[in-house]
C-alpha cells in the first residue's frame, strides 16, 4: 500500500458525460500528478501540483482539468467523455514535487465510457 | 523527440534465473530514473531508482545501471521469483529549463516489459 488513495476505483459513463476522479496523496506530501494509462499510448503525464497550485501540465485536454485543495486532495475532472477517454487515471504524489523525488502512485481508477 | 523505450515487450525466465530489463531513453538532459513494477489491477509500484552522477544503485535482489554514454538503463533481478511477475516500466525525469533546474517532478514512462517466471 503506497498511502495514495483514489476513488473511486472503478466508473463507466456514457459518451459525453462529465466525472470527476479524487485523489488523496500520502500523508506529508505537498505534490499531486495524474497520469492516463490506456493501451496505446502507456502511461502519459497529464498534470501535477504542488500546495494548490499548478506546476507542471503534460498533454492534457482541454476538455481535462483538475485542481487540488486546500487540504491536498485532489480532483481530475473529465468532460464531454469520448470512447477514447477509456483508461486508468493514476494519481502520483510526493513531498515537494522537485526533480530527483520519488513518487508514489494510487491504485488508479478505472474509467470506461460507452 | 522525447521518448523512453525498452527494447523487449516480453521476457520468460525460469524461476530462480536472473532478469535483466532494459530500457532506452533519448534525452541526455534527463538526471533522474525509475524503475516502477505494476501488477494486474494495480499501480506502479517503485523498485528502485537512481540519480545521473551514478552509474550502479543496488537494492534488496535488484540492482539498476545507467550508461548515459548510450543513454541505456537496465534493471536486474537476482533469483527471479513467481512474485515478480508484473509489467515493469522505466521512467526519466526530464528537465524542463535545459539551461537551469527544472521545479518539476514530470516523468517520462516508456512502453513496459512484461516478466513471466515459469515455475
Known amino acids: 500500500d503506497s498511502g495514495v488513495t483514489q476513488t473511486p476505483k472503478h466508473l463507466i459513463t456514457a459518451t459525453g458525460q462529465r466525472v470527476t476522479l479524487r485523489c488523496s496523496p500520502r500523508?506529508?506530501?505537498?505534490?499531486v500528478y495524474w497520469y492516463q494509462q490506456s493501451l496505446d499510448q502507456g502511461l502519459q503525464f497529464l498534470i501535477q501540483?504542488?500546495?494548490?497550485?499548478?506546476?507542471a501540465k503534460g498533454n492534457i485536454l482541454e476538455r481535462f482539468s483538475a485542481q487540488q485543495f486546500p487540504d491536498l486532495h485532489s480532483e481530475l475532472n473529465l468532460s464531454s467523455l469520448e470512447l477514447g477517454d477509456s483508461a486508468l487515471y493514476f494519481c502520483?504524489?510526493?513531498?515537494?514535487?522537485?526533480?530527483?523525488?520519488?513518487?508514489?502512485f494510487g491504485p488508479g481508477t478505472r474509467l470506461t465510457v460507452l | 523527440g522525447e521518448s523512453v523505450g525498452l527494447h523487449l515487450p516480453t521476457l520468460s525466465v525460469q524461476e530462480g534465473d536472473n532478469s535483466i530489463i532494459n530500457c532506452a531513453y533519448s534525452?541526455?538532459?534527463?538526471?533522474?530514473f525509475i524503475w516502477y513494477k505494476q501488477e494486474s489491477g494495480k499501480g506502479p509500484q517503485f523498485i528502485i531508482d537512481?540519480?545521473?552522477?551514478?552509474d550502479k544503485r543496488q537494492g534488496q535482489r535488484v540492482t539498476v545501471l545507467l550508461n548515459k554514454t548510450v543513454k541505456h538503463l537496465s534493471l536486474q533481478i537476482a533469483a527471479t521469483q513467481p512474485g515478480d511477475s508484473a509489467v515493469y516500466f522505466c521512467?526519466?525525469?526530464?528537465?524542463?529549463?535545459?539551461?537551469?533546474?527544472?521545479?518539476?517532478?514530470?516523468?517520462?514512462f516508456g512502453q513496459g516489459t512484461t516478466l513471466q517466471v515459469k515455475p
Open positions: 502520483a504524489s510526493s513531498v515537494d514535487g522537485t526533480p530527483s523525488e520519488t513518487q508514489y
Open positions: 500523508s506529508g506530501d505537498l505534490s
Open positions: 501540483y504542488y500546495n494548490g497550485e499548478e506546476r
Open positions: 534525452n541526455s538532459a534527463s538526471d533522474y
Open positions: 537512481i540519480r545521473s552522477n551514478m
Open positions: 521512467a526519466e525525469n526530464i528537465k524542463s529549463r535545459p539551461h537551469g533546474s527544472s521545479n518539476t517532478g514530470k516523468l517520462i
